[in-house]
């Protein structure tokens, strides 16, 4: 992000409030960052205050914080924060979140759902995210609160979108190029569902979805995927991508 990287905190998704805010800025700051703002809007209108979206407008990277998905993109979708962040990825600078933020960032979310190992018929409920990743549903604390059935019934829904489960203290980093790496002490779970077969099109209330031929990829850390072609990148392949950059 630079020799003095100029970060935002986007704590709307937060109950904690300033504190939220507080704490990332001490964190950011304690690793580097030479200035950090944080901005909380709190209802549309503050949202579209220019203000705010110069704020993102200056940073080279924005954070987004763990809280509630649907509030912040309920606050923030369709407004000039939003377009700022757009504006904000769209010239290099870094969008990061953690839990709900992370969730929030792809065009389709997971707004709220039940956890549980198999895929059940109305186990998870989708919702338009801020779409700064296309094509991808990102779910959060994905081991530790066993939330593998409800990415494979979202995928099983929406067959097109790449499910990625993200655990604890694990993240995805997703590169211009649509390549992904794995850093963290965790894993990152992708569900392709290319090829799937299902009933999820026969609503039966919370009855066990069929879900057949999805294809996981379990991805420690150091792994890389390539969301275009939907596959895994091959060490020999990293190397070939290294020496060229």
């Not at 220019?50 to 407004?79: D, W």
């Not at 990825?89 to 956890?115: K, Y």
């Not at 099109?201 to 066990?208: A, D, L, M, T, V």
Request: net charge negative.
């Amino acid at each position: 992000a630079g020799p003095e990287p100029h970060l935002v905190v986007l704590s709307t998704a937060s109950m904690r409030g300033e504190e939220a805010t507080a704490r990332y800025g001490e964190l950011f700051t304690e690793m580097g960052a030479a200035n950090v703002t944080g901005v909380r809007p709190l209802t549309r209108e503050e949202a579209g205050d220019t203000a705010v979206s110069e704020a993102v407008m200056g940073a080279n990277g924005v954070f987004l914080t763990g809280g509630n998905q649907v509030r912040l993109v309920s606050v923030i979708g369709g407004t000039r924060l939003e377009d700022a962040l757009f504006s904000a990825r769209d010239r290099g600078a870094v969008i990061a979140g953690t839990s709900a933020g992370a969730s929030a960032v792809a065009a389709h979310m997971v707004a709220f759902g039940r956890p549980g190992a198999s895929p059940r018929h109305r186990m998870v409920n989708i919702s338009a995210g801020l779409g700064l990743v296309e094509d991808v549903i990102v779910d959060q604390h994905f081991e530790q609160r066993g939330r593998m059935g409800r990415l494979l019934a979202a995928v099983a829904l929406s067959p097109k979108l790449l499910g990625v489960g993200l655990d604890e203290d694990t993240a995805a980093i997703i590169y211009a190029d649509r390549t992904l790496e794995v850093v963290g002490k965790g894993a990152v779970t992708i569900v392709d569902g290319s090829n799937v077969a299902t009933d999820a099109f026969q609503i039966k209330g919370y009855r066990p979805m069929m879900v057949s031929g999805a294809l996981v990829h379990a991805l420690p850390t150091g792994y890389w995927f390539d969301l275009r072609t939907r596959k895994l990148i091959l060490p020999e392949a990293l190397e070939e991508k290294e020496a060229s950059e």
